[in-house]
């Protein structure tokens, strides 16, 4: 069910997150939210549940998009706007460019919530975490190798073919709507 939004004006919308984010805060999660808006009403909404069922991929975007995606069944989230309480991090990013909004909306940004909140992992902080990316994978931290076994590669390669011919010999995988 799509919930009905009686908010006034886009800004309710960020308050919405903003008060998504702070009720996680208080019942012991960690403090991010995101809102995925169509239409005037509010899509899907989650906070970040990392903390209560560690998953480190139950982010709010993604539980968000996942949420958004099942309603309208599609893979695309053209034509929504998507509140997030920061600015997103690499994993929700990516999920962020691969739903295609109309738009993203963040409403802090890492250098102003880093004095009271930091989440580096063991291969990458926040902070340098573009610079590690954009490295060839071969000097990045996270021990990453290519599989070099030649029948091992074809056998890769085949599962891409096989798509491909039951796919009408597209490679697309997907097109986005107008």
């Not at 209560?52 to 053209?78: F, K, N, S």
């Not at 409403?107 to 990458?124: C, G, N, Q, S, W």
């Not at 996270?142 to 096989?162: F, H, N, S």
């Amino acid at each position: 069910m799509i919930l009905r939004a009686t908010l006034r004006d886009v800004t309710d919308f960020a308050q919405r997150t903003i008060d998504l984010a702070r009720r996680n805060v208080a019942e012991g999660g960690r403090p991010f939210a995101t809102v995925i808006v169509k239409d005037g009403e509010v899509l899907a909404e989650s906070a970040n549940k990392v903390a209560q069922t560690h998953d480190p991929t139950a982010h709010a975007e993604i539980l968000a998009i996942r949420e958004a995606c099942t309603r309208l069944g599609t893979e695309h989230l053209v034509g929504t706007t998507i509140y997030v309480l920061a600015h997103p991090c690499p994993m929700c990013l990516g999920s962020l460019y691969y739903c295609s909004p109309d738009q993203v909306v963040f409403l802090t940004t890492r250098d102003a919530y880093e004095p009271y909140y930091v989440d580096d992992r063991k291969y990458f902080e926040l902070a340098t975490f573009y610079d590690e990316f954009a490295k060839d994978w071969r000097d990045r931290r996270l021990p990453i190798r290519e599989e070099t076994r030649p029948e091992i590669q074809e056998a890769a390669v085949d599962v891409y073919r096989t798509w491909q011919q039951r796919n009408g010999g597209r490679r697309q995988a997907t097109v986005v709507p107008d």
